[in-house]
């Protein structure tokens, strides 16, 4: 194989003070020139010239990255470092100093980063990157992991972003801002719209919808994966959207009135930190053109928390579940050719290696497993 560097992606590498270091993403070829078609950033290349050929001339991502700082003398004990909750904050912390570090190097790398918080969980953090054409945002999404990699190694810290790492703590989540654009405008919004937003958004988030089922191997990839998909800590478990419903599959945020235009765009909660980003947003894309190619209309938005309704009431709504778990994502990735297709000849080798995850974690006995049945 041949590695040929997008020379778009060069910067020099800030934490390595000692030694001037480069670093460059590249592609992958074959010996014969040719792309090499399992390649995940050429799968995703692939679909956003899909969306060319539409007429749309940019997808976006914007992703909000979650992940747990854990003590490394604790382990193999996972143990936070800290017990704080939501938006809490302390001037001076390991944490902070990680963070800091991390935030400078995003600017040294030309990334632009939103905001960092903590989260809900002890010792849990969120570092939100800004929205970029979707094979940059993939980019940016490995270096700021590159990054916090980087700064908490050799120190007492040890970051994961393991999709559900503690039992009884909210899970890892990696939510998927997305948008289409044209000429420079957002072609999602619309200001007599539903919740602003256009017919083509509508249709994006209808196929979404319909293909949720079979993303869920992609953007929920590991085993793990679905034990952060749960009732009761802001995961998505049913298949529906809503604007302010931190319980629906699809969140439309609000924006600012002085972004309004600009900010548009779909929230897509299922995702984690196991995927690969180029995968994910090649799938979520085809996922979303498809549904402009059928003209479908979303169900009804549902505002309420779907949490707690009843298994009557879902039922009248039609709302259905994502799986519970890989074998069953992997089902209905193998049953939905939409979505298959982003994988082109690799299509086989994908579903290969997650029937062969499932198997492993089916044959391990578990810790879980000797406590309570030994």
Request: glycine share 6%.
């Amino acid at each position: 194989m041949l590695l040929r560097p997008d020379l778009n992606t060069f910067a020099i590498v800030p934490w390595n003070t000692e030694r001037k270091t480069a670093r460059l993403i590249c592609n992958v070829f074959m010996m014969s020139g040719e792309p090499l078609q399992a390649d995940p950033r050429y799968i995703l290349q692939q679909v956003l010239r899909r969306a060319k050929e539409k007429g749309f001339d940019d997808y976006c991502v914007g992703a909000e990255l979650e992940f747990y700082l854990l003590e490394r003398s604790a382990l193999p004990k996972l143990q936070p470092h800290d017990h704080k909750g939501y938006f809490d904050y302390t001037p001076q912390s390991r944490a902070i100093n990680v963070i800091e570090k991390t935030m400078e190097a995003l600017m040294a790398f030309g990334i632009q980063s939103e905001m960092y918080h903590h989260e809900v969980g002890r010792g849990q953090h969120e570092i939100d990157v800004r929205y970029a054409n979707a094979l940059v945002a993939a980019d940016n999404l490995l270096t700021t992991k590159l990054a916090l990699k980087a700064y908490t190694s050799g120190t007492e810290l040890k970051a994961t972003w393991m999709p559900k790492p503690l039992t009884g703590f909210a899970g890892n989540g990696l939510h998927v801002h997305q948008s289409l654009w044209k000429n420079g405008g957002n072609v999602f919004y619309a200001a007599q719209g539903e919740h602003g937003l256009s017919k083509i958004a509508m249709h994006f988030l209808a196929g979404q919808l319909a293909h949720a089922k079979a993303l869920s191997a992609i953007v929920s990839p590991t085993v793990n994966s679905y034990k952060r998909l749960v009732s009761g800590f802001e995961a998505p478990v049913y298949i529906c959207w809503g604007q302010t419903n931190r319980s629906s599959l699809i969140r439309i945020p609000h924006s600012s009135k002085e972004r309004v235009a600009q900010g548009a765009r779909l929230e897509y909660r299922a995702p984690d930190p196991s995927c690969n980003p180029y995968l994910a947003f090649a799938a979520l894309l085809a996922a979303g053109l498809d549904g402009i190619k059928q003209g479908d209309a979303p169900p009804k938005a549902v505002e309420e928390d779907v949490y707690h309704m009843s298994q009557e009431s879902l039922a009248k709504q039609n709302i259905a579940t994502l799986p519970g778990d890989l074998r069953g994502a992997i089902e209905a990735l193998e049953s939905d050719e939409v979505i298959l297709s982003i994988f082109g000849v690799a299509r086989d080798r994908y579903l290969e290696a997650k029937k062969l995850e499932w198997r492993q974690f089916m044959y391990e006995v578990t810790p879980w497993e000797v406590d309570r049945y030994l």
